[in-house]
Nanobody, 113 residues
Framework: QVQLVESGGGLVQAGGSLRLSCAASGIFLSGKAIAWYRQAPGNQRDYVAV???????NYADSVKGRFTISRDNAENTVYLQMNNLKPEDTAVYYCRLTLYDNWGPGTQVTVSS
């Protein structure tokens, strides 16, 4: 059974940093496309970033230059390094295994001004 679990969320002041983790069980993430999404209260779930099966990376314009997605095959984990956080980054962050459309339960990120 494939499971994804996010961690690393929390409360941080504007300008601060957090690193989110998406750990997988039941599947090896190497060579798989993994994406991060986020959902603020009352809003739809929005795309944030993706690391492709070939290691290519793509970001939403709103986070480009501030967020970095990476994969550690030995840890079977995908990370989202978030720098220079802004209050508008406040949301629940989810990772998604695009191959089977698996989602984790999410981790809350709150950025105070």
């Amino acid at each position: 059974q494939v499971q994804l679990v996010e961690s690393g969320g929390g409360l941080v002041q504007a300008g601060g940093s957090l690193r989110l983790s998406c750990a997988a069980s039941g599947i090896f993430l190497s060579g798989k496309a993994i994406a991060w999404y986020r959902q603020a209260p009352g809003n739809q779930r929005d795309y944030v970033a993706v690391i492709g099966s070939d290691g290519s990376r793509n970001y939403a314009d709103s986070v480009k230059g501030r967020f970095t997605i990476s994969r550690d095959n030995a840890e079977n984990t995908v990370y989202l390094q978030m720098n220079n956080l802004k209050p508008e980054d406040t949301a629940v962050y989810y990772c998604r295994l695009t191959l089977y459309d698996n989602w984790g339960p999410g981790t809350q990120v709150t950025v105070s001004s």
